[in-house]
């Protein structure tokens, strides 16, 4: 599948509360796929589509124009989604997460969903953003580093799953 373009229609446009189910679904479902080998697999095998969802009524509930969700569809179907807001630093934007249901990666739609999300941060004002990637998971500092982020020396440990989980911090300026 890598490398293959999307041969379907794809949309990009803000999450709403009917979408809370399947956006929980592909978190959880990309976590799986993503971090495999990198958190114990008890962690996640117990990643909860339930919780999620209740995580994203939560936030698209509290969404404003300088906090939202984007969900990126192909022919129709909610394929990933992007979280977008302010930083610690009010001036500064950042991308919380981005995700693709793994059944659509390779195909591009990744590259439409970051483009679409840095459009939508430079219209909140931002000139420049940065975000957080776990530093093992080398496939999403490949995408990240081939739009143009590139690593500013940031480093900080989150407790993920009963492991101190070492993250680098990316900074794109538009």
């Known amino acids: 599948m ?3 373009k999307s041969q379907n229609p794809v ?3 803000d999450a709403t509360l009917a979408d809370a189910e399947w956006l929980a679904e ?5 976590w799986q796929a993503v971090y495999a080998g990198l958190f114990p ?3 996640l095998a117990g990643l909860s589509v339930e919780r999620r969802a209740e995580g994203w009524r939560q936030f698209i509930s509290t969404s404003s124009d300088r906090s939202v969700g984007l969900v990126i569809e192909e022919g129709g179907r909610v ?5 977008l807001g302010c930083a610690d ?38 000139e ?8 093992g998971n080398t496939l999403a500092r490949r995408f990240y580093q081939a739009a143009g982020w590139h690593a500013d020396g940031g480093l900080k440990i989150e407790p993920i799953g009963g492991i ?10 538009f």
Not at 79 to 83: E, K, Q
Not at 109 to 118: H, K, Y
Not at 128 to 135: D, G, K, Q, S, T
Not at 164 to 173: F, G, P, S
């Open 41 to 43: 697999d008890e962690f």
């Open 89 to 126: 630093d009010p001036t500064i934007g950042e991308v919380y997460a981005i995700y693709l249901h793994p059944d659509y990666w390779g195909r591009g739609i990744g590259r439409q969903l970051m483009a679409s999300s840095e459009a939508r941060l430079k219209g909140m004002g931002f």
């Open 11 to 13: 949309m990009i446009r």
């Open 79 to 83: 394929a990933g989604f992007s979280r």
């Open 26 to 30: 592909i978190h959880v479902r990309s």
């Open 128 to 135: 420049e953003a940065l975000l957080w990637v776990l530093e």
């Open 164 to 173: 101190d989980a070492n993250e680098v911090r990316y900074r794109k300026r």
């Open 2 to 4: 890598e490398g293959l």
